[in-house]
Each structure stands twice: as structure tokens, then as C-alpha cells.
T-cell receptor, first 115, second 116 residues
Framework: AQKVTQAQTEISVVEKEDVTLDCVYETRDTTYYLFWYKQPPSGELVFLIR??????QNEISGRYSWNFQKSTSSFNFTITASQVVDSAVYFCALSEGYGNNRLAFGKGNQVVVIP | DTEVTQTPKHLVMGMTNKKSLKCEQHMGHRAMYWYKQKAKKPPELMFV???????INESVPSRFSPECPNSSLLNLHLHALQPEDSALYLC???????????????FGNGTRLTVT
């Protein structure tokens, strides 16, 4: 069964629009970590955020913000005032339990920002 | 610029060739990873080295052979590959070894491998 679901495959937005990427996860562990990574066309995955299961505080970093809701098992990511440089594939990932650091990735969201 | 360096960036090899992918990091990280990523798919974990010891092998075929000569270097030796092995191979590192908290991974730019 898929542990991380990112439903929207490709999302196109016009520059300066906001875009929200949905991530729904599934786990039976009480301790887990959620991540978002960005993969630009150059190939490397860039770490954006890590959130543990005990910290439901939302976070804002510049134009990026994250909304973690344990009640709905969601960890959504919003890009505000999108820019062309935001065009990339964004992966949500889950790491469960203690210390094996295995990441279960979602299928990714291809974000295309149109100038 | 990424702090995890992978070479080569591109590699084309025949099914009878032997080649190696290299990965280097100088951040003092104690865990290093190999991932395979097919087009339009998420990365799939292949191997994990923790404190220079192979800790995870995700049932990868023996035609892929990892090696960790020291804490900064990670190699992936390739032999008798198949065309379906064509993919982006990503190396990653994390500050602490397995058994520690779930630290973020630092990825390299990857090697784009084509098997003909």
C-alpha cells in the first residue's frame, strides 16, 4: 500500500499565483518524520523541510509554507507568489520508526510556473 | 552547488562493460546512500552505508556492487547491466549513521546512466 500520496501529478500556474501541493501519508507508528524535497531539472533533490510527528506547528520560510495536520494525516506545501525558479518536481516523503532513515516517497508533483 | 559530488554526470555503457559511479562528500557525514530514479518516478533506495558498513541492501541485483572505501567516498560498481537499468543514480549522505534521528539527506546531482 502506498504510504505517501501526492494526488496531483502536474500542476501549471502562472507566475505570481499561489500553488498548494497536497500530501497525505499513512502510518501506524506514533513516531515518524515527514519531509519535502525539491528536484529541479538539474537532478539533485534539495531538502526543504523536516517535521516530526510530535510537532504540528505550521512553518513559513520565505514564500514557502507548510501545514501539518495529524487529524487528516496531511502535510501540505504552499508556494506563495510563484516564480519560474519554482518549476521543479516536489516530493513528499515519510520516514517511520527509529533510525533506519528509509524514506517512502510520494510520486511527486511536477510544478510548472509559466512566466 | 551541491556538497555531494557525483561523477560522471553522464555514462553510456554496453551490457558487457564494467564501469563505476563515484560519490564524494566532505561534510563529515556518517551515512551514505545510493538511490535509483527512473523517469517521472520517485527515487528508490538501493543501498545504505552507515559508518562505512553496508547496513541496508534493498534486494538489489548483484550486477550492482557498492563499495565504501572511507567515510567520504562511495562507489557503485556496475557489471553486465541491462537496458532497463538505465536511470538517474543519486548519491546522498546524512550527518549521522543509522540508529540516530531521521536526518535530512543531502543529494548529489546524480549520474544519468544509459545502458545500450
Amino acid at each position: 500500500a502506498q504510504k505517501v500520496t501526492q494526488a496531483q501529478t502536474e500542476i501549471s500556474v502562472v507566475e505570481k499565483e499561489d500553488v498548494t501541493l497536497d500530501c497525505v501519508y499513512e502510518t501506524r507508528d506514533t513516531t515518524y518524520y515527514l519531509f519535502w524535497y525539491k528536484q529541479p531539472p538539474s537532478g539533485e533533490l534539495v531538502f526543504l523541510i523536516r517535521r516530526n510527528s510530535f510537532d504540528e506547528q505550521n512553518e513559513i520560510s520565505g514564500r514557502y509554507s507548510w501545514n501539518f495536520q495529524k487529524s487528516t494525516s496531511s502535510f501540505n506545501f504552499t508556494i506563495t507568489a510563484s516564480q519560474v525558479v519554482d518549476s521543479a518536481v516536489y516530493f513528499c516523503a515519510l520516514s517511520e520508526g527509529y533510525g533506519n532513515n528509509r524514506l517512502a516517497f510520494g510520486k511527486g508533483n511536477q510544478v510548472v510556473v509559466i512566466p | 552547488d551541491t556538497e555531494v559530488t557525483q561523477t560522471p554526470k553522464h555514462l553510456v555503457m554496453g551490457m558487457t562493460n564494467k564501469k563505476s559511479l563515484k560519490c564524494e562528500q566532505h561534510m563529515g557525514h556518517r551515512a551514505m546512500y545510493w538511490y535509483k530514479q527512473k523517469a517521472k518516478k520517485p527515487p528508490e533506495l538501493m543501498f545504505v552505508y552507515s559508518y562505512e558498513k553496508l547496513s541496508i541492501n534493498e534486494s538489489v541485483p548483484s550486477r550492482f556492487s557498492p563499495e565504501c572505501p572511507n567515510s567520504s567516498l562511495l562507489n557503485l560498481h556496475l557489471h553486465a547491466l541491462q537496458p532497463e537499468d538505465s536511470a538517474l543514480y543519486l548519491c546522498a549522505s546524512s550527518p549521522k549513521g543509522l540508529g540516530a534521528y531521521h536526518s535530512p539527506l543531502h543529494f548529489g546531482n546524480g549520474t544519468r546512466l544509459t545502458v545500450t
